[in-house]
Protein backbone atom coordinates (compact mmCIF):
# COMPACT_ATOMS: atom_id res chain seq x y z
CA UNK A 1 0.00 0.00 0.00
CA UNK A 2 1.21 3.70 -1.04
CA UNK A 3 0.56 4.76 2.36
CA UNK A 4 2.61 2.57 4.08
CA UNK A 5 5.73 3.57 2.47
CA UNK A 6 4.97 7.23 3.66
CA UNK A 7 6.39 9.06 6.12
CA UNK A 8 4.77 9.02 9.74
CA UNK A 9 2.30 11.62 10.94
CA UNK A 10 4.99 14.45 12.64
CA UNK A 11 4.28 18.53 11.07
CA UNK A 12 1.54 19.30 8.36
CA UNK A 13 2.00 22.82 9.20
CA UNK A 14 6.00 22.44 8.16
CA UNK A 15 5.10 20.28 5.28
CA UNK A 16 2.59 22.81 3.91
CA UNK A 17 5.24 25.68 4.87
CA UNK A 18 8.20 23.54 3.00
CA UNK A 19 5.64 23.95 0.05
CA UNK A 20 5.10 27.20 -0.27
CA UNK A 21 8.84 28.26 0.41
CA UNK A 22 9.22 25.85 -2.85
CA UNK A 23 6.69 28.01 -4.81
CA UNK A 24 8.68 31.20 -4.46
CA UNK A 25 11.65 29.29 -5.87
CA UNK A 26 9.34 28.38 -8.53
CA UNK A 27 8.12 31.75 -9.31
CA UNK A 28 11.66 33.12 -9.21
CA UNK A 29 13.26 30.98 -11.41
CA UNK A 30 9.97 30.28 -14.11
CA UNK A 31 9.72 34.29 -14.33
CA UNK A 32 13.47 35.07 -14.46
CA UNK A 33 14.13 32.29 -17.23
CA UNK A 34 13.36 34.40 -19.65
CA UNK A 35 16.72 36.55 -18.63
CA UNK A 36 16.12 40.63 -19.57
CA UNK A 37 14.10 42.51 -19.05
CA UNK A 38 15.05 45.30 -21.49
CA UNK A 39 13.90 44.27 -24.99
CA UNK A 40 10.09 44.66 -26.36
CA UNK A 41 8.10 41.58 -24.85
CA UNK A 42 10.38 40.64 -22.05
CA UNK A 43 7.93 41.84 -19.29
CA UNK A 44 5.06 40.46 -20.98
CA UNK A 45 6.94 36.59 -20.95
CA UNK A 46 7.85 37.04 -17.36
CA UNK A 47 4.19 38.08 -16.54
CA UNK A 48 3.34 35.21 -18.31
CA UNK A 49 5.66 32.51 -16.84
CA UNK A 50 4.75 33.24 -13.15
CA UNK A 51 1.14 33.49 -14.17
CA UNK A 52 1.60 30.17 -15.73
CA UNK A 53 3.23 28.71 -12.91
CA UNK A 54 0.68 29.76 -10.38
CA UNK A 55 -2.12 27.84 -12.83
CA UNK A 56 -0.62 24.95 -13.17
CA UNK A 57 0.30 24.47 -9.47
CA UNK A 58 -3.67 25.35 -8.95
CA UNK A 59 -4.49 22.87 -11.48
CA UNK A 60 -2.29 20.07 -9.98
CA UNK A 61 -3.73 20.07 -6.55
CA UNK A 62 -7.42 20.32 -7.49
CA UNK A 63 -6.23 17.32 -10.01
CA UNK A 64 -4.35 15.22 -7.34
CA UNK A 65 -8.04 16.16 -4.72
CA UNK A 66 -9.91 14.59 -7.14
CA UNK A 67 -7.73 11.88 -8.12
CA UNK A 68 -7.11 10.46 -4.98
CA UNK A 69 -10.60 10.84 -3.52
CA UNK A 70 -12.51 9.37 -6.78
CA UNK A 71 -9.97 6.98 -8.11
CA UNK A 72 -7.29 5.72 -5.34
CA UNK A 73 -10.54 6.66 -2.70
CA UNK A 74 -7.65 7.84 0.32
CA UNK A 75 -9.36 9.12 3.37
CA UNK A 76 -6.26 9.62 5.27
CA UNK A 77 -6.33 13.52 5.99
CA UNK A 78 -2.91 13.71 6.96
CA UNK A 79 -1.81 11.17 3.83
CA UNK A 80 -3.68 13.25 1.48
CA UNK A 81 -2.42 16.57 2.52
CA UNK A 82 0.68 15.24 1.30
CA UNK A 83 -0.15 13.92 -1.66
CA UNK A 84 -1.82 17.10 -2.92
CA UNK A 85 1.07 18.88 -1.63
CA UNK A 86 3.73 16.95 -4.47
CA UNK A 87 0.69 17.08 -6.49
CA UNK A 88 0.60 20.68 -6.90
CA UNK A 89 4.42 20.76 -6.84
CA UNK A 90 3.96 18.04 -9.85
CA UNK A 91 1.84 20.88 -12.22
CA UNK A 92 4.69 23.56 -11.15
CA UNK A 93 7.54 21.40 -12.14
CA UNK A 94 5.50 19.98 -15.57
CA UNK A 95 5.26 23.92 -16.47
CA UNK A 96 8.96 24.94 -16.38
CA UNK A 97 9.47 23.78 -19.57
CA UNK A 98 7.02 26.32 -21.39
CA UNK A 99 5.72 28.53 -18.81
CA UNK A 100 6.24 31.68 -20.90
CA UNK A 101 5.28 29.88 -24.58
CA UNK A 102 1.95 28.52 -23.22
CA UNK A 103 -1.55 29.95 -22.85
CA UNK A 104 -3.14 30.13 -19.89
CA UNK A 105 -5.69 27.07 -20.37
CA UNK A 106 -2.14 25.64 -21.80
CA UNK A 107 -0.77 25.66 -18.52
CA UNK A 108 -4.27 24.39 -16.65
CA UNK A 109 -3.84 21.32 -19.01
CA UNK A 110 -0.13 20.54 -18.15
CA UNK A 111 -0.27 21.05 -14.77
CA UNK A 112 -3.49 18.95 -13.97
CA UNK A 113 -1.81 16.03 -15.86
CA UNK A 114 1.45 16.22 -14.88
CA UNK A 115 0.16 15.79 -11.17
CA UNK A 116 -2.11 12.58 -13.01
CA UNK A 117 1.57 11.19 -13.63
CA UNK A 118 2.72 12.37 -10.35
CA UNK A 119 0.07 9.92 -8.49
CA UNK A 120 0.36 7.19 -11.09
CA UNK A 121 3.76 7.47 -11.12
CA UNK A 122 4.26 7.16 -6.66
CA UNK A 123 1.77 4.49 -6.78
CA UNK A 124 3.52 2.09 -9.33
CA UNK A 125 6.63 2.98 -7.96
CA UNK A 126 5.42 2.25 -4.33
CA UNK A 127 4.79 -1.89 -5.79
CA UNK A 128 8.10 -2.07 -6.08
CA UNK A 129 10.91 -2.88 -3.77
CA UNK A 130 12.83 1.06 -4.45
CA UNK A 131 11.79 3.40 -1.90
CA UNK A 132 11.00 7.08 -2.62
CA UNK A 133 9.44 7.63 0.88
CA UNK A 134 8.56 11.32 -0.45
CA UNK A 135 8.14 10.58 -3.84
CA UNK A 136 11.08 13.02 -4.98
CA UNK A 137 11.16 10.87 -8.38
CA UNK A 138 7.42 11.42 -9.17
CA UNK A 139 7.34 14.95 -8.73
CA UNK A 140 10.78 15.86 -10.15
CA UNK A 141 11.66 12.94 -12.57
CA UNK A 142 8.08 11.89 -13.95
CA UNK A 143 6.12 15.57 -13.86
CA UNK A 144 9.36 16.74 -15.30
CA UNK A 145 9.46 14.10 -18.59
CA UNK A 146 5.66 15.25 -19.16
CA UNK A 147 6.25 18.52 -19.21
CA UNK A 148 9.48 18.53 -21.57
CA UNK A 149 7.56 16.08 -23.68
CA UNK A 150 4.32 18.32 -24.14
CA UNK A 151 6.09 21.81 -24.65
CA UNK A 152 6.07 21.24 -28.26
CA UNK A 153 2.65 20.33 -28.19
CA UNK A 154 1.02 23.48 -26.69
CA UNK A 155 3.47 26.03 -27.83
CA UNK A 156 0.99 28.98 -28.30
CA UNK A 157 3.25 29.98 -31.34
CA UNK A 158 5.02 27.12 -32.90
CA UNK A 159 3.37 23.92 -31.24
CA UNK A 160 2.16 21.19 -33.07
CA UNK A 161 -1.57 22.25 -32.08
CA UNK A 162 -1.31 25.82 -33.38
CA UNK A 163 1.47 25.44 -35.91
CA UNK A 164 -0.88 24.78 -39.11
CA UNK A 165 0.00 21.94 -41.58
CA UNK A 166 3.51 24.41 -42.61
CA UNK A 167 4.93 24.11 -39.40
CA UNK A 168 4.34 20.34 -38.58
CA UNK A 169 7.46 19.75 -39.73
CA UNK A 170 9.85 21.82 -37.56
CA UNK A 171 7.36 21.05 -34.69
CA UNK A 172 7.72 17.39 -34.58
CA UNK A 173 11.29 18.25 -34.94
CA UNK A 174 11.57 20.17 -31.71
CA UNK A 175 9.35 17.03 -30.30
CA UNK A 176 11.99 14.65 -31.01
CA UNK A 177 14.71 17.35 -29.78
CA UNK A 178 13.21 17.48 -26.65
CA UNK A 179 12.98 13.70 -26.02
CA UNK A 180 16.73 13.08 -27.18
CA UNK A 181 17.16 15.92 -24.28
CA UNK A 182 15.75 14.27 -22.28
CA UNK A 183 17.92 10.60 -23.05
CA UNK A 184 21.21 12.45 -22.42
CA UNK A 185 20.52 14.25 -19.25
CA UNK A 186 19.37 10.94 -17.79
CA UNK A 187 21.85 9.47 -18.92
CA UNK A 188 24.20 12.03 -17.75
CA UNK A 189 23.20 12.12 -14.58
CA UNK A 190 23.22 8.38 -13.95
CA UNK A 191 26.78 8.01 -14.80
CA UNK A 192 27.70 11.47 -12.58
CA UNK A 193 25.49 10.10 -9.52
CA UNK A 194 26.53 6.72 -9.95
CA UNK A 195 30.78 7.75 -10.39
CA UNK A 196 30.28 9.68 -7.50
CA UNK A 197 28.68 7.77 -5.24
CA UNK A 198 30.62 5.07 -6.12
CA UNK A 199 33.61 7.19 -4.41
CA UNK A 200 32.07 7.94 -1.35
CA UNK A 201 31.19 4.81 -0.63
CA UNK A 202 35.26 3.40 -1.68
CA UNK A 203 36.50 6.64 0.56
CA UNK A 204 34.00 5.31 3.51
CA UNK A 205 32.25 9.01 3.23
CA UNK A 206 28.95 7.57 1.88
CA UNK A 207 27.41 7.49 5.03
CA UNK A 208 28.14 9.69 8.07
CA UNK A 209 29.39 7.40 11.53
CA UNK A 210 25.95 7.38 12.89
CA UNK A 211 23.94 7.09 10.34
CA UNK A 212 26.60 3.49 10.05
CA UNK A 213 26.20 2.54 13.55
CA UNK A 214 22.39 2.79 13.26
CA UNK A 215 22.56 1.02 9.87
CA UNK A 216 24.64 -1.79 11.67
CA UNK A 217 22.07 -2.03 14.30
CA UNK A 218 18.61 -2.56 12.07
CA UNK A 219 20.36 -5.35 9.58
CA UNK A 220 21.24 -7.04 13.19
CA UNK A 221 17.58 -6.89 14.27
CA UNK A 222 16.77 -8.14 10.74
CA UNK A 223 18.81 -10.86 11.07
CA UNK A 224 17.85 -11.88 14.10
CA UNK A 225 14.37 -11.42 13.40
CA UNK A 226 14.81 -14.14 10.05
CA UNK A 227 17.03 -16.54 12.31
CA UNK A 228 13.87 -16.80 14.77
CA UNK A 229 11.48 -17.21 11.44
CA UNK A 230 13.24 -20.16 9.94
CA UNK A 231 14.03 -21.77 13.44
CA UNK A 232 10.94 -22.29 14.16
CA UNK A 233 10.09 -25.84 13.29
CA UNK A 234 7.02 -26.00 10.71
CA UNK A 235 5.02 -29.32 11.56
CA UNK A 236 3.44 -31.69 8.94
CA UNK A 237 -0.35 -32.41 9.17
CA UNK A 238 0.37 -35.99 10.52
CA UNK A 239 2.55 -34.40 13.59
CA UNK A 240 0.25 -32.01 14.71
CA UNK A 241 -2.62 -34.83 14.77
CA UNK A 242 0.27 -36.78 16.73
CA UNK A 243 0.51 -34.24 19.17
CA UNK A 244 -3.46 -33.56 19.35
CA UNK A 245 -3.80 -37.46 20.28
CA UNK A 246 -1.02 -37.57 23.17
CA UNK A 247 -2.41 -34.31 24.27
CA UNK A 248 -6.08 -35.95 24.34
CA UNK A 249 -4.53 -39.23 25.84
CA UNK A 250 -2.42 -37.29 28.65
CA UNK A 251 -5.90 -35.57 29.29
CA UNK A 252 -8.23 -38.76 30.15
CA UNK A 253 -5.16 -40.26 32.13
CA UNK A 254 -5.59 -37.51 34.31
CA UNK A 255 -8.99 -37.05 34.33
CA UNK A 256 -8.97 -41.07 34.92
CA UNK A 257 -6.57 -40.72 37.80
CA UNK A 258 -8.36 -38.03 39.37
CA UNK A 259 -11.90 -40.25 39.24
CA UNK A 260 -9.39 -43.22 41.25
CA UNK A 261 -8.65 -40.45 44.06
CA UNK A 262 -12.11 -39.09 44.41
CA UNK A 263 -13.53 -42.91 44.86
CA UNK A 264 -10.77 -43.62 47.29
CA UNK A 265 -11.45 -41.02 49.30
CA UNK A 266 -15.09 -41.77 49.34
CA UNK A 267 -14.61 -45.08 49.96
CA UNK A 268 -12.23 -44.14 53.03
CA UNK A 269 -14.99 -41.93 54.48
CA UNK A 270 -17.94 -44.80 54.48
CA UNK A 271 -15.57 -46.80 55.77
CA UNK A 272 -15.02 -44.67 59.36
Partial sequence: DV?????PQSAPALVTLGFFILMVGFFAFNGSSQG?????????AVARAVMNTGLSCAAGGLAT???????HKKINDYYVLCIVVNGCLGG??????????????????IGATGAIVHCVWAITLHKTPIEDPVDATAVHLASGIWGVILCP????????????????YDAWRQLGVNVLGL????????????FLFTVLDKAKLFR???????????????????????????KSI???????????????????????????????????
Fill in 3 to 7: EEHAI
Fill in 36 to 44: AMSSDGDSG
Fill in 65 to 71: ILFERLV
Fill in 92 to 109: TVSICASANVVTTYGALI
Fill in 153 to 168: FMDKENGIFYCGYDGQ
Fill in 183 to 194: VIIMLYTAFITF
Fill in 208 to 234: SHQENLEHAEALRLHEEELRGIHAEPK
Fill in 238 to 272: SSAFADAVMTSESEVVVRVESAQEQSVIKNSSSFV
